[in-house]
Structure formats: structure tokens, C-alpha cells
């Protein structure tokens, strides 16, 4: 016979009651995160699944964060922003060269040798220069939870190794984006649009001559086992983008205490954090490409870096315009991104 009474005391006295539980812990919001990348990647395992866990444990379980990898709820990695502003999902994980002048702004961060040159510094200073201009127009709608850098990025070669600006001329190179893809022609090579995950077997047939990629991901892809020479000037080329951006729809749906949960966990702080963790992944993924036979790292010195500036100082021009176009500020906009980098470290 079912004793309500009963019930009711154990429950007071902490006694597990298996359906009660569940009912209390049940969540009173279930958010969606679409991610394009891998389950097992770091972009997974050290922040998406990580910040997910915070946000359920911050809210008491009153958040629910489920996260979807690799595109398990359908689409491209092109379609993310769309399913994101059509509400099919809440949260997503993205780059801007995956929705080509969307993020026109914040591409103006992967100009070539406008970085830091660590993702620690790039990342605040990315999220500074990006409240400031793009909050209302390309971030309309969006509730950014973190925009950060890559580490460093470099050129990697097959077989011809770049020692100057003459080197560029006649080589293949892929690229993620439209920016650095205009410097890639103003030094001289023909830029190579490649997915990630078909990069190693485009540069092992020779389908390309070469990549420009942060560090970072080259161990986990074993690029240095086919490209074989790495050059960089001091603080690297350049450094990517990477995009954890909430529905404003959907943040607005939580109550102001669980408004309070998101915002703790995210801004200026966070892209930190997240870029302490790219750059703890250069050293090892160098170390790596060392110990791989024929592997040789060129160092480009003050002088010839100075040269590959001017080669792509049109690129910069090309983009102020661009923004100009779009009924933006672009001069303003580019010397404010040389202002904020600056004074987060960026030399010169």
C-alpha cells in the first residue's frame, strides 16, 4: 500500500527516492552546442565538454548543456551560423572562414603580423577590439561566450624550404580564410582552399606545396611526417580565430541568476584561459616535429620580415576598404586592432 507519509519523511531525511530525484534534478533549460570538430580533439576535451560540465554545476543542474561534435545534428561546418540564427541550435563552435563575410571584422584579426604571438595575450585582445567595434553589426543577435586565438602560425613546406620572399614565388599553399589567402598572393604563392581533415593527404601527393597552420595542430594531424620545413619570423604570421558564440535568443530566455551562470563563465576571462591552453600545446607539437627525421624550423630575421610586411601591407588596405564599404570605420578599425595588440604585447 503506497504511504504518502512515508514518503515524505524520507525524503526530508535525505533518503534516495529514485523519481524524486530525477525530478528535482531535472533541468529547467537544455541548450544545444554544435561543434565541427572531433570528440577527441582539444577543442573538445579542454573546453566545449569542460565549459559544458562548469555550467551544469554553476547552475546547481539547472543548465543542461548537451554537446553535439563533428556535426552530429546535420549540416556543414559552413551552416553553423545559420542553424544558429534559425534557433536549430543553441551554442556553437566555428571559424570564420567557414561562413565567408560573416565575420568580416573579425577576420581583420587574421591579417598577417598583427598578433601577439601568443594566444594568452592575442585572445584578450581579440574579445577587447571585437566589443568594442562589432557588437552592433556582425555580433547583432549573439551572445559570445569566448572569441580567442590559436597559438602562432607558420608556413610549412614539402620539399622547397622558404628562406625569403623570392621563396613564395610558384608554391601552392593552403589556406583557411580570405585574408590570408590575400597575403599568401602578395607573397607570391597561389593560395589553396583544403578542409582540415584532407590537408596531409593533399600535401602527401602533392597536390600542394605547403600550409600555413598554427603549431598547435600539427601534431595531432602528423604533418611534420610530409611537410619537412617550417618557417616562421618572430611571433609567427599570423594567428586564427575561433568562435564560441551563444544565440542571444537563447541567453535571454534564462532568468537573471542563470544570465549571471553564462557570464561568469565567459568573455574576456575565458578567451584567456582557453588561450593559456593553445599555447601549452606549441612547445610539445615543436618537440615533436624535432624528433620527426628531416624535419628542419627556419628562423626569419628582423630584415627579411620586414620585406614580407611591405609584400602584404596592400592586403591591409584591401581590407580597411572593405569595412569602408560596409559603412564601417576601416582605418579606425585597423589602427585600433594595431592599438589593442600592442598593448596586450604585440612587438612593434
Do not use: C
Not at 579542454?46 to 546547481?60: F, T, Y
Amino acid at each position: 500500500m503506497f504511504d504518502r507519509r512515508r514518503l515524505f519523511t524520507l525524503a526530508a531525511a535525505g533518503v534516495a527516492l529514485p523519481g524524486l530525484v530525477r525530478a528535482q534534478g531535472a533541468p529547467q533549460f537544455t541548450f544545444r552546442l554544435h561543434s565541427f570538430s572531433s570528440p577527441t580533439a582539444l577543442d573538445h576535451t579542454m573546453h566545449l565538454d569542460r565549459w559544458a560540465e562548469r555550467i551544469g554545476q554553476a547552475s546547481g543542474g539547472r543548465i543542461k548543456v548537451e554537446v553535439y561534435p563533428a556535426m552530429q545534428l546535420g549540416g556543414q561546418p559552413r551552416d553553423l551560423v545559420q542553424q544558429l540564427e534559425d534557433g536549430v541550435v543553441d551554442i556553437i563552435w566555428t571559424v570564420p572562414g567557414f561562413t565567408p563575410g560573416r565575420f568580416m571584422g573579425i577576420e581583420g584579426l587574421e591579417l598577417p603580423f598583427l598578433n601577439t604571438g601568443r594566444s594568452a595575450t592575442e585572445s584578450p585582445a581579440a574579445m577587447e577590439y571585437a566589443l568594442k567595434h562589432l557588437a552592433d553589426n556582425e555580433l547583432r543577435g549573439i551572445k559570445v561566450i569566448a572569441i580567442n586565438a590559436t597559438d602562432r602560425a607558420l608556413v610549412h613546406t614539402t620539399r622547397k624550404p622558404i628562406r625569403t620572399l623570392e621563396d613564395f614565388r610558384g608554391l601552392r599553399l593552403r589556406v583557411a580564410g580570405r585574408w590570408i589567402g590575400e597575403a599568401v598572393t602578395a607573397l607570391g604563392a597561389t593560395p589553396v582552399g583544403i578542409a582540415l581533415p584532407g590537408v596531409y593527404e593533399a600535401l602527401a601527393r602533392g597536390q600542394v606545396d605547403g600550409m600555413l597552420i598554427n603549431w598547435a595542430i600539427t601534431q595531432p594531424y602528423r604533418f611534420y611526417e610530409v611537410a619537412k620545413f617550417h618557417t616562421e619570423p618572430a611571433g609567427g604570421l599570423f594567428q586564427g580565430m575561433i568562435l564560441t558564440l551563444m544565440s542571444m535568443r537563447s541567453y535571454n530566455r534564462l532568468p537573471p541568476d542563470l544570465k549571471a551562470v553564462i557570464d561568469a563563465d565567459s568573455g574576456i576571462p575565458l578567451a584567456r584561459r582557453l588561450g593559456e591552453i593553445w599555447d601549452s600545446q606549441t612547445q610539445p607539437a615543436i618537440d615533436a616535429t624535432k624528433a620527426s627525421p628531416g624535419n628542419e624550423i627556419i628562423e626569419i630575421d628582423a630584415a627579411e620580415k620586414e620585406r614580407w610586411q611591405r609584400a602584404v601591407q596592400p592586403v591591409y588596405d584591401a581590407w580597411i576598404a572593405e569595412m569602408n564599404r560596409r559603412g564601417r570605420n576601416g582605418r579606425a578599425m585597423f589602427d585600433d586592432i594595431l592599438a589593442i595588440t600592442r598593448s596586450h604585447g604585440r612587438a612593434g
